[in-house]
């Protein structure tokens, strides 16, 4: 994968105590300093600490220039396998989304039209890609692979996904979520760690991840009223439907 390397001794254990540790901070500022928006409190900032965590652990652990190449990694778009990936990358998650306000349509659920604005979905875009790029340079560049070598890609993807979920779950509160809307937030989030995995292992690309992962947020964010009628139980359950059918095919002893 463009020349990178497994370290054998590398630990996604350490990353997620890491990432966990910094994030204490960030914590603790959204429980004291409230919301950066209505829907995202400021504990959000945490978005920076897997890369933190990473960037720590390979400045200790590994040779001389490996925190740079950690970091090209994230951004380098040549590294693709097909630069269909990236397609698939950003219209998959947008599929899952409006496949949801299509099933909330039909179980009778009174929802406004959606208003997409053609500038909102470039620049939000742009603002979730940072973001996310941030987060796979930990999940992702760091910790899937050792994870993949060691159990398989989709114990991976429920490993971090899990993680992922339980990570969140200090924002979800902080944004005032209740128990059914947290529950099936974690649903999506470990059915999407799921998907970012294999697209990730299909792609070698680092930057297809956190490009689904942008994407996703961008979905999320379009949901009538800037996501005021997203219902993660049914979005959880859609995006549930397409990791089965992604973890299906790894199955398959074609498979990678």
């Known amino acids: 994968m463009s020349g990178w390397t497994v370290v054998p001794h590398r630990s996604p254990v350490w990353l997620i105590a890491s990432t966990f540790v910094l994030s204490v901070p960030f914590w603790l500022a959204g429980a004291v300093a409230g919301r950066l928006s209505e829907?995202?409190?400021?504990?959000?900032?945490?978005?920076?600490?897997?890369?933190?965590?990473?960037m720590l652990l390979v400045h200790r652990h590994e040779p001389r220039?490996?925190?740079?190449?950690?970091?090209?990694?994230?951004?380098?778009?040549?590294?693709?396998?097909?630069?269909?990936?990236y397609a698939l990358a950003i219209t998959l998650p947008l599929g899952v989304m409006a496949?949801?306000?299509a099933a909330m349509v039909l179980l009778g659920r009174s929802l406004?039209?959606?208003r997409i604005?053609?500038?909102?979905?470039?620049?939000l875009f742009a603002v979730f890609l940072v973001a996310a790029a941030c987060e796979e340079a930990g999940w992702t560049a760091y910790a899937t692979d050792p994870l993949c070598a060691?159990?398989?890609?989709?114990?991976?993807?429920?490993?971090l996904g899990a993680t992922w979920a339980v990570w969140h779950l200090v924002p979800y509160a902080q944004a005032?979520?209740?128990?059914?809307?947290?529950?099936?937030?974690?649903?999506?989030?470990?059915?999407?760690?799921?998907?970012?995995?294999?697209?990730?292992?299909?792609?070698?690309?680092?930057?297809?991840?956190?490009?689904c992962h942008a994407a996703s947020n961008v979905g999320w964010s379009l949901f009538p009223d800037h996501g005021s009628h997203y219902d993660p139980v049914v979005t959880g359950?859609?995006?549930?439907?397409?990791?089965?059918?992604?973890?299906?095919?790894?199955?398959?002893?074609?498979?990678?």
């Open 117 to 123: 604005s053609p500038i909102e979905v470039p620049l």
């Open 176 to 211: 005032g979520h209740g128990p059914l809307w947290t529950a099936g937030q974690c649903l999506y989030t470990v059915a999407l760690r799921v998907v970012i995995v294999w697209l990730y292992r299909r792609s070698a690309s680092v930057l297809a991840a956190a490009a």
């Open 39 to 54: 829907n995202l409190p400021v504990s959000a900032l945490m978005a920076c600490c897997p890369l933190l965590a990473a």
């Open 150 to 159: 060691r159990w398989s890609p989709p114990a991976a993807g429920l490993i």
């Open 237 to 256: 359950s859609v995006a549930t439907a397409v990791a089965l059918l992604v973890m299906t095919a790894w199955l398959r002893p074609s498979s990678r």
């Open 112 to 114: 406004p039209e959606p």
């Open 65 to 85: 220039g490996a925190v740079k190449r950690l970091l090209k990694r994230v951004v380098d778009w040549r590294a693709i396998s097909h630069p269909g990936w």
């Open 99 to 101: 496949a949801s306000y």
